[in-house]
Structure formats: C-alpha cells, structure tokens
C-alpha cells in the first residue's frame, strides 16, 4: 500500500507540463483564429476605404461607365460589365470541353495509363502562372487569331458581340486565355466527381440494358451534378478575380461596347493597370471596385459551398 | 435471333458512337493547345538561356539592345517566397492542428472552416488590395512603404488557407488508435500532437504545403503594387524594405515592352519560373504516389 502510494506521487503529471499543454492549446486557438481576422480585415479594409467613394457616388457608381480623374467622375460599369461577360462566356466554353475531357478519362476509350497520364498532365497545367499564360496571349495567340477575328467581324459583324474592327488586344482574347486557364480546373474537378459515383449505379444501368452514353447522360452525371457545379463555381470565382493574364490581353480601355472584337477592362484588370499610380478620390473609387469584385467572387464562392453542403452523394 | 448480336445502324449505337466521338473531340480540341502551350514556354523561353542572366542586373527599357539579367528577380523571388512561407506555414500549420486535433466540430469550428474555403477563393488581387491599404499607404513598417516584406505579407494570405486546409486533411488521415494509443500511456495532448500524429502526417502535410509554395512564387497581382519593382542588386537584410523585384512582376513588366530585348528576357524568366514550378509539382506528386504505395498504418 505504501509502495503504492509512492508509485503514483511519482507519476504524477507535473504542473509545468500541465501549463505547456493549455499554451498550446490556446495558440493553436489563435492562430486559427487568424483565418477569421484576415477575413473580416479584408472586407472591413477595403469596405471603409471605398466609403468616400461609396457616399459620393452610391449605387451609381455600377451603372455609370465614365471613368474620369480629371473631372473626378467615377463609374465602373465597363470594368463591371468586362468581368461578368469575361468570366460567364470562358465558363460557357470551358464547360462542355471539360466535361467532355473528364468523361474521355473517366470512361475506358483509351488504356488506363493514357488516361492517368492525360489525367496529371491537365493538373500541372493548373500551377501554370497566370502572368506566362499572359505572356504566351501577347505573342502566341494574338498574332494567331487575328484573321480568325477579322474573318469573324466581315461575316458577323451584324452582331452587335463582333460589330466593331478588330486591332490587337481585345475581350475575346481574354475570354480565350481564361479558358486556358479554367480548363484544367473543370477537368480536374468533373474527372473527380464523376470518379466518385459509386460503380453499382453504373453496373446496375447496363445490368438493365443502357447503352453507354444512356448511362451517362442519365445516371452518371446526374449523380456527379453537384461536384460538377462546385467545380464551375469555383471556376468562376476564379475568372472573375483572375488578373494577370486579363490585364496583359485585354485591351485596357475603359470606353464601353458590346462587342468583344474592341479593348475591354475588368475589375480586377482596371486595379492591377491604375492603382499604382492613383491619388485622391481615384484611389477610393478603385477600392469600391475592389469592394465590388470582392462580394461577387464572395457570393459565387459560398453559393457553391452550400451548394456542396446540401447536394453532395448520397450514395 | 437478329436481336443478340449489335447492330452497326440501331439508333442507340449510332448516338453512342457519335458521344463518343464528340468527348474525344473534347479531349483533343482541351489537350492539344496546353500540350503546345507548355512546350512552346520551355523551347522559347530555354533558347533565351545563358549564365549571364544569372548573374546581372536588367538594363532599364530603352533601344539597347543588350538587356541584362534577372539576378535581382531571381533573389526576390525567394526572398518574398520565404517570408510568405514564414507567416503561413507556422499560422497555418497551428490553425490546422487546432481545427483537427482539439476542435469538437462546433460553430467557431465550422466557421473557420468555412473562413478557410472563403479565404481560398478571395481574388489574388484583393490581397495586394488590403496590404496596400494595411501597410504601404500607411508606411506602418518603419517609414517604408513598397518593399519585399509587405509583398511577402501579401503572399502569406494567399498562402494560408492551402497550408491550413492540408494540414487539417492530413491530421484527419492519421488513425485515432495512434491517438489512443499515445495518451494511454501517459502522455500529454501537445507532446501526442507534436511526437505522434504530426510526425506521420509529415509527408501529406509537407506535399500540400511544398505545392502551395510553388502556386504563390508565381503569383503577381499581389506584387505589383506591394512590393513594386526592382532593377537593382539585392545587397543586405536592408534591402527587404524597399522596392523588390520578382519574377513573376519581371514577367509582366517586361512583356508588356515594346523592345525585343526585355521580351527575351521575359521569356527566359518564365522558363525558370514554369521549369521550377513544375518540377516542385512532379516531384511531389511522385513522392505522394510512393508514400501510398508504402504506407503502413
């Protein structure tokens, strides 16, 4: 009893070791609390920043494309309108190539070493940066579109999307160098989700008599539905915010048209081209851009969290 | 009878062959360009190659035609990359093994999970948005107001929510009967945490992190207006609060010259750029796919 006794004095935890554990405890609590802070400093920074402009010019400023320092009148609609129809067309496109190409990994038309190594090959390319995407626009792809673009002007120049004569750098470029970009993502993302889908429901829709594409059209991809749609989302938070490439090939003209053929700008290529150099009020107004940008790529990125959370298989 | 065998013209067969083609299609009309994309970086930008540009400084733009090196690039690159990495990876690495390790999965819990992903998708250039704004217009570090360090602060927000995020996964991963195991015989949570399950999910954890390094030293719309541009040598520890170059704004900078000369050397940069970026990826990914292969647990 007595020997006993002793024996437990001794393993007692000692009180520093106790105090070290609480210490690590809470830092770890700290610092991923940091998470929060730099979140809510983001939105609160760039919000009180924008405030001058904001009670200056209120909602106007979204519907108003001039774009003045000199006369100190500010609207950002071009630069809006630029990076909603940049980044909702490269989605239109990106879509059904990357669909398709996760559906060409995914099914068995080619061994399945070719499909791994296509497979890798479309998610290196994601860590390209986007700055030598840009750079590969100015002197690969301009100089090979450009009698596609004139051809597309002289033969539907009727539409009011090609109405105006192509020289250079415009919008549909920029359109193209973000489906350079999002590619690899939708891939990425559809070629995963449609791994997912459970190898009964499969068996089970040919077991019955499907042929191959009856099975996916109505079994397969109905069941990867809502990964499919993170991905896009995803996809789109990141061409709307997505900067370098933009910038180098879209032109940087804040005069506003429909047609993709002329020099466009988006928010964020309107922040990366003015902000160095910008004072006064100018400054302020970027920071409502910036603001604006912000609660967009916002509500695209937690739409499709939710959308993950409230759709994902139930398989 | 007819009926067991396929039959080239039934309506199903000639859609299935048509969907079929058309993915392939897809896959080609996807492929081919990234394919041409990649190899046109690599022979354009490796043609430019030569020691000298290791070694010199860049010629500020003008009619020269020799147009220097990228040797103060090259050092801001790692420079900026290692302070983001010293920000991020201890913030990030702690905030993960909170949410993994002590977390009980309520409202703070999932709200920072939540912050994580939202962190994830917030535009790079809101980043140098809010260091501009926190730290450059401010002068807050000692009077300075672009330099490399707030460029690497600003890189540190983008890398954060991917250091946070595979650390969390890679904690996960690890078996609660190692958990067990280690407190049953005595031993406190943070010497489980640092001795036991941080050391076996070294590997996952150190992959996600390596590859969230390699995504932000290519990163320039935070640069260009944190930590600006630089033409000249990196010479002492001062030099981290002014102006720095990197490649990534080099890149930019440079391409958007009219001259031959500053595209050249734009070229070259993005070689050594993408060439490193790209073999961080690959050599990650095979050590990822050799752990897999010999994981005992």
């Not at chain 2, 000639?14 to 190899?39: E, M, N, Q, R, Y």
Request: some cysteine; aromatic content about 12%.
């Amino acid at each position: 009893m007595e020997e006993k006794l002793t024996l437990f004095k001794n393993r007692k935890r000692f009180g520093i070791e106790k105090n070290i554990d609480i210490i690590f405890k809470n830092t770890a609590l700290v610092l991923s609390s940091f998470v929060a802070i730099i979140l809510l400093g983001i939105i609160l920074v760039v919000f009180f920043q924008s405030f001058e402009s904001f009670s200056r010019y209120g909602l106007k400023f979204l519907v108003t494309s001039e774009w003045n320092p000199v006369k100190d009148e500010y609207g950002a609609f071009t630069a809006i309108y630029g990076t909603l129809v940049t980044s909702f067309l490269s989605l239109l496109i990106t879509i059904p190539l990357g669909v398709g190409t996760a559906i060409f990994i995914t099914e068995d038309f080619v061994p399945k070493v070719f499909r791994e190594i296509i497979g890798s090959f479309v998610e290196l390319l994601a860590a390209i940066p986007s700055v030598v995407l840009g750079l590969w626009a100015i002197f690969v792809m301009e100089p090979f579109f450009r009698a596609f673009f004139v051809f597309l002007h002289n033969f539907f120049g009727w539409i009011p999307l090609f109405s105006t004569e192509p020289t250079g750098r415009n919008s549909l470029l920029a359109i193209l160098i973000l489906v350079v970009m999002l590619l690899p993502i939708v891939t990425a993302i559809a070629r995963d989700s449609l791994n997912q889908v459970p190898k009964k429901l499969r068996n089970a829709a040919y077991g019955i008599g499907a042929s191959r594409w009856k099975t996916i059209f109505s079994v397969i991809l109905p069941a990867a539905l809502s990964g499919i749609m993170a991905g896009v989302l995803l996809a789109l938070g990141r061409a709307m915010g997505e900067t370098m490439a933009v910038t180098m090939i879209i032109g940087n003209s804040n005069a506003f048209s429909w047609s993709l053929l002329s020099p466009g700008y988006t928010i964020s290529s309107m922040l990366a081209n003015q902000f160095g150099e910008a004072d006064g009020s100018q400054v302020s107004s970027l920071f409502y851009a910036a603001f604006v940008l912000m609660i967009l790529s916002l509500v695209v990125n937690i739409f499709a969290q939710w959308l993950v959370k409230k759709f994902s298989l139930k398989y | 009878m007819n009926s067991l065998y396929y039959q080239k013209r039934l309506s199903r067969n000639i859609g299935d062959k048509f969907f079929t083609s058309l993915s392939v299609i897809c896959a080609l009309i996807a492929i081919l360009p990234l394919i041409f994309l990649v190899t046109y970086i690599l022979y354009k930008g490796g043609s430019q190659i030569t020691p000298e540009l290791f070694t010199l400084e860049p010629n500020p733009p003008g009619d020269d035609l020799d147009a220097g090196g990228i040797n103060p690039a090259l050092i801001g690159t790692l420079i900026i990359t290692t302070i983001a990495s010293i920000i991020a990876i201890p913030v990030g690495v702690g905030g993960g093994i909170y949410l993994a390790e002590y977390s009980k999965g309520g409202a703070f819990t999932r709200f920072i999970r939540f912050g994580v992903n939202v962190l994830a998708g917030v535009p790079s250039i809101i980043a140098g948005v809010f260091i501009y704004a926190l730290i450059v217009s401010t002068k807050i570090l000692f009077g300075s107001m672009y330099s490399g360090l707030a460029g690497g602060m600003a890189l540190s927000i983008l890398m954060l929510p991917t250091v946070i995020k595979t650390t969390d996964e890679g904690l996960k991963l690890v078996p609660n009967e190692l958990r067990y195991a280690s407190l049953g015989v005595g031993a406190s949570m943070y010497t489980t945490i640092l001795k036991v399950t941080l050391p076996s999910a070294f590997r996952s954890i150190a992959t996600g992190v390596v590859l969230g390094i390699a995504r932000a030293a290519g990163e320039t719309a935070p640069l260009i207006f944190t930590a600006l541009f630089s033409y000249y040598y990196i010479t002492g520890f001062g030099d981290l609060f002014y102006e720095m170059g990197s490649l990534a704004v080099l890149i930019y900078n440079f391409a958007l010259e009219p001259y031959d000369a500053q595209n050249k050397l734009a070229w070259a940069a993005s070689f050594i750029l993408v060439l490193s970026i790209l073999s961080v990826n690959i050599f990650s990914r095979i050590l990822a796919a050799f752990t897999e292969k010999t994981k005992r647990v």
